[in-house]
Each structure stands twice: as structure tokens, then as C-alpha cells.
């Protein structure tokens, strides 16, 4: 599948910034009670990079990945996709973002159980602009041979790689991805991972993945911990790891 990688990605340096996030705040009331589920976080992610967003539960990792995806807004602050600030955008136009240009992959894979695998896939290439075909899409993911497979037909770990082929159909500029192998063992998780790196390698996805898996963190470009709403570290890997040499 994946070459080994062990040099340092270089193409990073010269990456063009695709979100650009400057001092976002995310404050919930909860009754009597605020929450404040992100404090004044400054973020840039890069084009074609592959981040891993570690960090306990309730460290703001989701928060900031909703806001990212225009699936939630900040309390205050500014984000900006390419030069698009989506901070003000509207419903219809945070819509429109989502559809063309975001993928999302979650820790349940909400395929529509009475459709097969490529059916699934073909929901969104039939609203799509600019589609592969559900087969194409499919065969990136290794389940050329499942299409007409039905979602109880395969086990977790095809079931989350025909998600992973439904996200990336379409060709989203950016995959977002909270816990993609958080309901899988250890064998099956990689082989997600594995999905996840290739689409990253072969198509240029800029791709963000949630964990609190520290050992995922090892096959990402860069690693943003998380703790208490605020980001309090980001670290490249000079040497990253195929998510076969991955341990946990």
C-alpha cells in the first residue's frame, strides 16, 4: 500500500495556508453555568498537510474541528478558509462550504444500511460539482471488490473505509475526522489510518484527525495537543511513520 516515509515532508514549507484561525473563543451556557469549550486558540493549517489534533476529552479538539468543518461558529474571533472569512458567513453560505468544499468522517460510520456500498457513496456524488465516481472513490480505499456489498455485509473497519470513500467523493479541498477509529481494535484502526494517509498522499487532502490516541500522532506532518480550550503545543515530525509501523 503506502512507501515507507521516513524523510521529513518538505512540501509543508511552501504550502500555501488554507484556514487561518485568530483568537477564537467558543463559550456555551449551560443554565446557570458557562462553559467555555475554547479560549482564544491562533491556528493556521497548511495545504496538502496531514494533522493530528491530540488531547483528553473535553480539551476543545471538537469544538474547534465543528468550527473548522462551518458545522458551529466561534463566540469571537475570525476564521478564514483560504481568504473567505466564514466567522460572518450565513447559513446558506456555510451550507454551500460544507458541500463543496469538507469531507467528515466520525467514530460511527452512518451508512444507510438498505444501501450498498457504492450506493452509499453515490449520495454525495450526485450533488457533488466535481466528483469521482463512487467506483474510483471506492477502490482508493481498497474496497473496489465490495461495492455491491450491503453495510452488514462487512466488518467496522470497511464499514468507516466506505465513509471515508462518501467524504472524499466528492474532492473536498480539507477531510475532517473526530475519533475515525475510536469504535475499532487496534488491526482494523490501521487500516483506516492507512485509507486516511493514502487519500492524503494521492490526492492532497489537507486532513485533520481528532484522537486522544497519542500513537496516531506519530504518522502526522504536524501534532497540535490540546488541554482545556487552549492549543499547548504543535510539534512537526521530521520522521514520520506509515501507519503499519504505528503502535498503541
Known sequence: ??????????RLLSSKVIFHVHGITKVYQMGEVEVRALRSVDLELYEGEFVVLLGPSG?????????????????SGQVFFHDRELTHA??????????????????????????????NVALVTEIARRPMSPEQALELVELG??????????????QQRVAIARAIAKRPEVLLCDEP????????????????????QELGTTTAVITHNAGISAMADRVISMRSGEIVSIHSNEHKLVPAELEW
Do not use: W
Not at 1 to 10: R, T
Not at 101 to 115: R, T
Not at 181 to 200: H, R, Y
Open 90 to 119: 450565513s447559513d446558506a453560505q456555510l451550507t454551500r462550504f460544507r458541500r463543496d468544499c469538507v469531507g467528515f468522517i466520525f467514530q460511527f460510520y452512518n451508512l444507510i444500511p438498505s444501501l450498498t456500498a457504492r450506493e
Open 59 to 75: 480539551s476543545g479538539k471538537s469544538t474547534l474541528l465543528n468550527i473548522l468543518g462551518g458545522l458551529d461558529v466561534p463566540s
Open 181 to 200: 477509529t475510536g469504535a475499532l481494535d487496534f488491526q482494523t484502526g490501521k487500516l483506516v489510518l492507512e485509507a486516511l494517509a493514502q487519500v492524503n
Open 145 to 158: 471488490d465490495r461495492l455491491d456489498h450491503f453495510p452488514a455485509q462487512m466488518s467496522g473497519g470497511e
Open 1 to 10: 500500500m503506502l512507501k515507507k516515509q521516513h524523510q521529513h515532508s518538505d
